[in-house]
């Protein structure tokens, strides 16, 4: 590689590491290139770049990016991972081939996130966490969950009113409910009623006793029968 091959790719791998939200360093050795295509197309998935270049290159390209924290890792074989995307999916089908190799396959080194350093267990750590799909999805369902509820509970409110409000005008169709002057009229009434109660049972009271003066006063004949007389011809 001459000189103006060199400056393109430290160029390159520079501008990969500033757009990059994560970058992945692993240890290659030991990795086919079959099995090296097989993990870049699994990487892509999570927007992500499987590259393999030599440590001088990426140290010079380090300094350019300030990511200083980079160069510490360029000790033998050493690839990088550069993650545009889903950090934690990156990391997932990392783990997951080494998993798949018995562990024997890309170990982690170390790396970098948003411009911090991190060690291989903090990439390990990444690699467990849920997808940036799977937590959107958590997080949608918990901001819903309660406005789900409420919305619910006044849809619920509104057909109440809406059924109680009903039931009244189908009343008031039927004649069930009349007018509002209609309890009115009904309280006369109501209160009618006592009054000829009482007359009734008045009247019952004055008629009771002359049947029983008409009978017992002729039949003694004394002088009081002719006095009574009067009242009994009222």
Do not use: C, W
């Not at 870049?40 to 590259?51: I, M, Y």
């Not at 369902?141 to 409420?150: E, K, M």
């Amino acid at each position: 590689m001459n000189r103006e091959a060199k400056a393109a790719a430290v160029a390159e791998i520079a501008e990969q590491i500033r757009e990059s939200e994560a970058v992945f360093a692993v240890d290659y050795r030991g990795i086919s290139v079959p099995q090296a295509a097989e993990l870049r197309a699994k990487l892509r998935e999570s927007d992500a770049t499987f590259r393999v270049v030599k440590n001088t290159l990426t140290e010079r390209a380090a300094s350019e990016a300030d990511a200083e924290a980079l160069k510490a890792l360029l000790e033998g074989p050493t690839a990088l991972t550069f993650v545009r995307g889903d950090v934690a999916a990156a990391a997932k089908a990392i783990a997951d081939y080494q998993r798949a190799t018995g562990g024997e396959l890309l170990p982690f080194k170390g790396g970098l996130m948003n411009g911090d350093a991190l060690d291989a267990s903090q990439i390990t750590a990444i690699s467990k966490l849920p997808s940036r799909d799977v937590l959107h999805a958590q997080l949608v369902g918990i901001v819903a969950s309660p406005l789900t509820g409420l919305a619910r509970t006044l849809n619920q409110l509104i057909a109440g009113v809406a059924i109680a409000l009903g039931g009244v005008r189908d009343k008031m169709e039927s004649g069930e409910i009349s007018s509002g002057e209609a309890p009115a009229a009904a309280a006369p009434a109501a209160e009618a009623a006592p009054a000829a109660e009482d007359t009734t049972t008045t009247d019952q009271d004055a008629e009771a006793p002359e049947p029983a003066a008409s009978s017992e006063e002729p039949a003694e004949g004394s002088d009081d029968s002719t006095t009574d007389t009067p009242q009994d011809t009222e």
